[in-house]
């Protein structure tokens, strides 16, 4: 069960008929981990064959269909939104929770009606999901051709190639090297406006409860010149904002030849040097290696936005050791008062929070409700534990919490949650924002909505703007999701 309280929902439903390459339907769990549908239109390149896509998971694995479509383009196919005339289906999957995998389930059983209408389609499932049950899925989902981790999609157009011989093919080889560095992503869902820049792979933590290290690797950067350059180009192409993705940004680390190494905030400085028309986000940010030096960045760059989300999980420091996150309670509330010292007591603030975790008293489970009393978050994301097969918890923990008593806890989280969102964006009333327009509004298109460098997202009158356009407005009401505006 998962709950999102991000604000910036509106934003994926509005790119839906804009300029697109591929479909997807996108089913967030991470930083923009909001439940959307994101689906985009059909290229006509003329190409012989064509590709659907669905996506599930966080941004890395949206980022990750990006780099999957250009593949597929250089090998000859053009993007349509119609699974009927595709010649290969993908899902690219998640598996941070059990409902996460159990939704790709759900679809693959529909697609396999499609697939008993038409044979010769080819299915394919990626991801965290095909990594981690690698050939199983053969055996498990009979209609599935090809499964393909998350590292090996260069391989793609040969593996296709396997099975156009009537072979079914996998390749779930994870590296310690690969960051798809010189591949030029496709677009998907695109507003023209904000775009993902992926600056990093896998994940060297080893927090218990998470499959992530598992589906994704070990850790490593990618090269600052490709950043700088995929930046770049996005800037000629019009765009305006960035978000750089990693599972944990801070430890961004890359070193050149001459021996220099870049840390990560001096690739943010980098960033937001190369224009100050350009929006610098990043996520996410884990408590333990966020460091001065990154708040300080941010608060000299103008345009590096006021946004940190700095996932807590538990505000007892008991579950953070089971955790193995490595804080404790007091490590995590004296980075949010830095960041509060060093940016501003503006700053925005997000977290994920997982209730019912192994082990979990009534006593450690109101520690993390006052942790929320006392930080405030602006959104959160909030699940009810899920245990992974073969993770570090499932091995040395039982998952002892009742369905029930979790997602009673997990329901006063919400509570909270939905409180101090409201709360906070009361605060803003009266206040006047610079905000960039990401295009119409949810609900009307005589309504636009953009969003403040703290990550508020502000529908105004539109008026003459267009999105793209950067301009002040004057919060006037809200509501506890979205600020109402007009422009000043
Ligand atoms: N790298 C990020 C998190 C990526 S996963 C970080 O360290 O913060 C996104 C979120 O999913 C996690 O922050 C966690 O709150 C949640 N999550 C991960 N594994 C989970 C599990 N087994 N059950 C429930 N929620 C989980
Ligand atoms: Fe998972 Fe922890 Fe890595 Fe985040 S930092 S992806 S929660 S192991
Ligand atoms: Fe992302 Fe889900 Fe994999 S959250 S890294 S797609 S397990």
């Not at 759900?106 to 299915?123: C, G, S, T, W």
């Not at 959160?380 to 499932?394: I, V």
């Amino acid at each position: 069960m998962a709950y999102s309280l991000y604000l910036c929902s509106l934003n994926f439903v509005l790119t839906m008929n804009l300029i697109s390459d591929i479909n997807i339907i996108s089913q967030d769990t991470s930083p923009a981990q909001a439940d959307n549908v994101r689906t985009t239109g059909d290229s006509n390149t003329g190409k012989k064959r064509k590709l659907y896509i669905e996506s599930y998971g966080c941004q890395m694995n949206f980022a990750d269909s990006e780099i999957v479509s250009s593949v597929m383009f250089d090998a000859g196919y053009d993007t349509t939104s119609n699974i009927d005339e595709a010649d290969v289906v993908f899902l690219n999957t998640c598996s941070i929770r059990d409902n996460a995998e159990q939704k790709v389930r759900h679809r693959l059983f529909h697609i396999n009606n499609a697939k008993n209408r038409r044979p010769e389609m080819v299915v394919g499932v990626l991801g965290c999901m095909a990594e981690r049950l690698k050939s199983k899925f053969l055996d498990e989902e009979k209609m599935v051709d090809l499964v393909v981790g998350p590292d090996s999609y260069r391989t793609l157009p040969a593996l296709l190639n396997e099975v156009d011989e009537g072979q079914k093919a996998v390749n779930v080889f994870l590296s310690r090297e690969e960051t798809y560095a010189d591949i030029t992503p496709i677009r998907l869902n695109n507003n023209g406006v904000t775009a993902f820049i992926s600056i990093m792979r896998g994940c060297d933590n080893m927090c218990s409860f998470c499959v992530v290290p598992y589906t994704r690797g070990r850790e490593r950067s990618r090269d600052l010149p490709s950043i700088l350059n995929e930046a770049s180009e996005l800037i000629n192409q019009g765009f305006k904002e960035v978000t750089l993705l990693g599972q944990n940004v801070d430890s961004y680390k890359w070193e050149n030849e001459h021996g220099n190494v870049i840390n990560f905030a001096l690739l943010l400085e980098q960033v937001a040097l190369l224009s100050p028309l350009l929006r610098v986000r990043f996520s996410t940010s884990h408590p333990k290696d966020i460091t001065d030096d990154v708040l300080y960045t941010m608060a000299r760059y103008e345009n590096i936005c006021n946004n940190i989300h700095l996932p807590a999980q538990s505000g007892s420091s008991s579950v953070l050791k089971r955790m193995n996150r490595t804080y404790d309670r007091e490590w995590y509330l004296e980075r949010v008062q830095a960041i509060r010292r060093i940016i501003g007591p503006d700053c925005g603030i997000s977290t994920d929070i997982i209730a019912g975790f192994c082990g979990e008293t009534e006593e450690e489970h109101q520690d993390t409700l006052s942790l929320m009393h006392q930080v405030k978050y602006d959104y959160g994301y909030l699940f009810a534990y899920s245990e992974r097969p073969n993770t570090p918890a499932a091995k040395k923990y039982i998952d002892d919490v009742p369905e029930d008593v979790k997602n009673r806890r997990l329901t006063e989280i919400i509570t909270i949650q939905r409180q101090s969102s409201h709360e906070s964006n009361l605060r803003d009333i009266g206040k006047t924002y610079e905000i960039l327009v990401e295009g119409y509004s949810k609900k009307s298109e005589d309504f636009l909505q953009g969003r403040t460098s703290n990550n508020k997202v502000v529908v105004f009158p539109k008026k003459h703007y267009q999105k793209g356009d950067y301009l002040e407005v004057k919060v006037l009401d809200c509501t506890s999701a979205t600020l109402l505006g007009e422009s000043i």
